[in-house]
């Protein structure tokens, strides 16, 4: 068993962990804007953070907290980033932790934080303080999809996943998380994702499972190519599963990445999906690459070239864009070795064109385009999801303050 498809919102559960979902006032709609996870237990933790140099002030406590490598849990606020507010704005974030570590009796520095949202503005800490009481007492094993809608902003959908698989000789669950639609480069994306499971691992080896699932899915998206200042992904591990404990370099830990790394896939895509004002989600799979840094190099520049986005956009198998953003890649490169591939009609064959315009157009009219690249250079590749470039991602972000 793995990624289960369709599961029902009751489904997502991880024992021994509870959360809540509120609307506290910090949204001008009203939504939900405030969430809760918990572990009932001291959980083994792990994070990575924005790249970014201006960081907001939950991602420095964040940093500093994820050291000790245990948590209780996270509070999030969505529609306030919480960020470039100085020293009031990091007395605010640590409120927040303050704040849910006194509801719920936990020990100080115990809890961590996140915030998404409008940067620049003044977090109301205050209506998180008077929404507390509500938030704890919300707290259910059946919590994580109103914990879900609350971090969400210009999401059109919630993005969850759940797998599920035999680790340490036990059945060990993973659920996770995210919010992000917009602000997305592989460098975290920009995003907020948790996950929770039940395995048994310690903080050090969790995080290297956690490294490589990331660098597998959140970092291997693009939409637009702008990190933020508020990226965050965490892991929480409570070890109720009962299984033995999942050590380095083995088979449970090889197990183990592979379940983190489909369920964190399968969130990155749907970022990607949910791309502000895309209508399309693009795999480019980059093959026979001289060096996993050339299939990185080479899937990214393409990825991030505004007029290849557009094209797709637009339903043109316009190939000279992607052989030209090829050209600029600084890789080890020979055109007249290139194939390219449009949802399997050829339209490159050793650099020149197959003739076969009118067939990939056709191909390439639909929801999901999958574009192989093989420079037949080497034996390394990579994959990396991104989106075409609408009118309507220019309408969203031209008002998004407003």
Known sequence: MSYIENFAPEDF?????????????????????????????????????TTNKVKAAPVLIGQYRIKKGTSRGVIVNSGNANACTGKQGYKAAEKMTILAEKALGFSKGSMLVSSTGVIGVPLPVERVEEGMQKLVEGLSVDGLNDAT????????????????GKVGGKTVTIAGMAKGAGMICPNMATMLAYFLT????????????????????????IVDNDTSTNDTALIFANGVSGGTEIKNNTADFKAFTKLLTEASVKLAKMIVKDGEGATRLIELDIRGAKSVNDARKAARTIAESMLVKTAFFGGDPNWG???????????????????????????????????????????????????????RSGSSEATIWTTDLSYEYVKINSAYRT
């Open 149 to 164: 809608e609350a971090i969400m902003t210009t999401d059109a959908f919630p993005k969850r996943a759940l797998v599920k």
């Open 321 to 375: 864009r992607i052989m030209g953003a090829l050209g600029r890649a600084g890789i080890s490169l020979d055109e007249s070795k290139v194939d390219i591939s449009f949802n399997g009609v050829p339209v490159v064959k050793k650099g020149l064109d197959t003739g076969k315009e009118a067939q990939a157009a056709t191909a390439i009219k639909v929801k999901e385009i999958k574009v192989i690249v093989n420079l």
């Open 198 to 221: 039940d395995a048994n691992i310690k903080s050090a080896t969790l995080k290297k499972a956690f490294k490589q699932a990331i660098d597998l899915s959140f970092n291997s998206i």
């Open 13 to 49: 559960k991880v024992p021994g962990f509870k959360a809540s979902g509120i609307a506290c006032g910090i949204k001008k709609t009203g939504k939900k804007d405030l969430a809760l996870i918990i572990s009932e237990a001291p959980a083994q933790a792990a994070g990575l953070f």
